[in-house]
């Protein structure tokens, strides 16, 4: 009974000896590859100018374009170049007001400045001082006497024992003024009249679009004087 027991566990090792390396030999068995060794750490520094150039375009072919999205989370918006101008000269505060606001609606920084000139009165006709008071009064009944009216002798001193033969607002009146009082026989002058008066300037500055032509401000000026423009740099700007 022993000795049988003993032949059936020898011919179960055997069979199974076999069959473990049969399967070895077959060719879909599954066998472990040995693991490479790895490489040793080698720094920037150590590798040569071709190994970097290569590394260098390995990494410029393998990094991905930045999507539109991240390229405006990484940097803001580029900034509209500025443009700065200066517009005027306005005749008077509600009209620089009128024009800062408008300025302002289209976006534009204004700044309001006074500078001292003059505005036009009219055109003066007159006769040039006499050398007396007396003689400048003499002048006066004559002209008076010829149907003459509206005149009288100047007592400002820079002005003094003159005929003022009146003041037009249109240079065309005191041209005719001028030519009746020459077929009296007399020799009337005339000047433009000014008296000093602060002019309003506007200094804007923002984008091209926010600075507008001079000719939307057409409707403020008065007289002869119109509004201009004239670009300034921007104090400050880069580029």
Sequence with gaps: MMRLLFLILLVANLA??????DSQDMPG?????????AAPLQLLSELTPQERAGLARINAVSTPPPTPA??????????????????GPFP????????????????AEVHERLVPGKVRLGYWVYLPAFHSRKEAEAAEKL???RGVKDIYVVADEADRNAISLGVFSQRSGAVERQKKIRTLGFHP??????????????D?????????AATVFADLAEGDAGIGRADLPCAGASG
């Excluded at 008077?92 to 976006?107: H, M």
Aim: glycine fraction near 6%; hydrophobic fraction near 50%.
């Design 143 to 145: 002209l008076q006497k």
């Design 16 to 21: 199974a000896f076999f069959l473990l390396r």
């Design 29 to 37: 068995a599954h066998s472990l590859a040995p693991v490479p060794a």
């Design 189 to 202: 002058l005339l000047a433009d009249r000014f008296r000093d008066t602060p002019n309003y300037w506007l």
């Design 70 to 87: 991240a390229t405006s989370r990484a940097a803001p918006a580029a900034t509209a170049a500025l443009a700065c101008a200066s517009y």
């Design 92 to 107: 008077g505060a509600d009209a620089a007001k009128t024009g800062t606001q408008r300025l302002s609606r289209a976006g």
């Design 204 to 212: 804007a500055r923002g984008t091209a679009a926010a600075l507008p």
